[in-house]
């Protein structure tokens, strides 16, 4: 998550603090180095926000003048926000699920029917690994 900078100076840190949180260099010397960081990462968040509403403003007024332009409207094919494009931050990730959950998740799942089988149905998982 964090980038290993090799040299910064004093000053530089101070530069941020000023431009970035619009704080003083005396309240910059009275932060400690966690409070900086936390500082610094939810200005970062801000920026980003302002970055992702950005280009969503843009891609919500295409959308709008694409379809008020008239051929889209009069054929029925009128465009969504995301039918223009889907941005990074949009896109589900997928998650990996792991086997150990996989088996945890079958086990309980056996343990619920507590029925006939359910020893078969263990020794079944516990060989497979």
Known sequence: ???VITSINYE??????VARFGI?????????PVEFRYALECANNREEREFHTQYEVA?????HIWNSAGKSVKKGTVLGVKDIDVFSWEQETEQVQRI???K????NI???FKGKGLKKTERKIERKQ
Do not use: C, H, P
């Open 104 to 107: 945890m998740q079958l086990i």
């Open 59 to 63: 891609r919500y007024m295409g959308v």
């Open 24 to 32: 003083s260099s005396k309240d910059f010397y009275d932060l400690t």
């Open 1 to 3: 998550m964090w980038e």
């Open 100 to 102: 150990e959950s996989m």
């Open 110 to 112: 056996a343990n619920s």
């Open 12 to 17: 530089e840190l101070v530069g941020i603090s």
